[in-house]
């Protein structure tokens, strides 16, 4: 792969960000046991609620609010 030009040591890549085709960062989300994982878009709007977060504990309001987020993400599960 590529290398440092100072220190001829090769680039490790730690990480990446991809982006939605409205300009945002993809979400990511591996809960343990780390077998399956969550990638998201916020949408159009470009908001989102948390999939690690339960919205059936929020109180009415806010879970209207969330529901307007989520409504245009747009998901993709690994399994």
Request: with cysteine.
């Amino acid at each position: 792969g590529p290398y440092n030009q100072k220190t001829g040591a090769p680039y490790i890549l730690d990480g990446i960000t991809i982006t939605d085709g409205w300009g945002k960062a993809l979400y990511y989300y591996s809960p343990t046991p780390y077998q399956g994982y969550t990638l998201w878009s916020s949408g159009k709007n470009k908001r989102t609620f948390p999939p690690w977060l339960r919205r059936d504990l929020l109180d009415s309001q806010a879970r209207r609010c969330t529901g307007i987020w989520i409504a245009d993400d747009i998901m993709h599960l690994s399994n």
